[in-house]
């Protein structure tokens, strides 16, 4: 009997350390249960946003087809002849005021090459001009058929 009783104190010790153990596995399984539920939701979320821009970009597409298709008279373009010599000349062709000229070789922009290759908010916000001086560079480019924000590349100063 005895040999009984010492067989059943031994398996419930075992089994409360079975239990002690377990224990911990059942929080961790139910911390993961309810982060699995946050990331389905989050699933969820992702997954209503991506079918609203799927939404958008078919009505959009819908709405570029239909101007597409409307009668819309061609645009005529004047074609522009750029003359490449004039990036290598200096800025002071432009005959542009002191204060502008100024600004520019600041920024190291000496010739028209480094000048068209700037954007008008790029002058403004780089070179302190006000908007009433890069509209005047913009309407002195004007002036020999260039534009600021040109892209010209593989083009490089002169060397000095």
Known sequence: MSKIYDEIKKLSTELRVLD??????????ESLQKELRD??????RVLKDVNVCRSNKINILEQL????????????????FFNPELCNMSIDILKLDTRSKGA???????YIGE?????????????????VSARKIREKLAEYNLNLGS???????PKS
């Open 20 to 29: 002690g153990e377990l224990l911990p596995l059942v929080s961790s399984l």
């Open 39 to 44: 990331t389905q939701a989050r699933y969820n």
């Open 65 to 80: 087809a239909v101007l597409a298709v409307t009668n819309v008279p061609p645009v005529e373009v004047t074609p522009v």
């Open 104 to 110: 520019l070789r600041l920024e190291n922009i000496r």
């Open 115 to 131: 000048l068209i290759q700037r954007t008008e908010d790029d002058l403004i916000d780089k070179t302190n001009l006000g908007r």
């Open 151 to 157: 892209d010209i590349g593989g083009w490089n100063p």
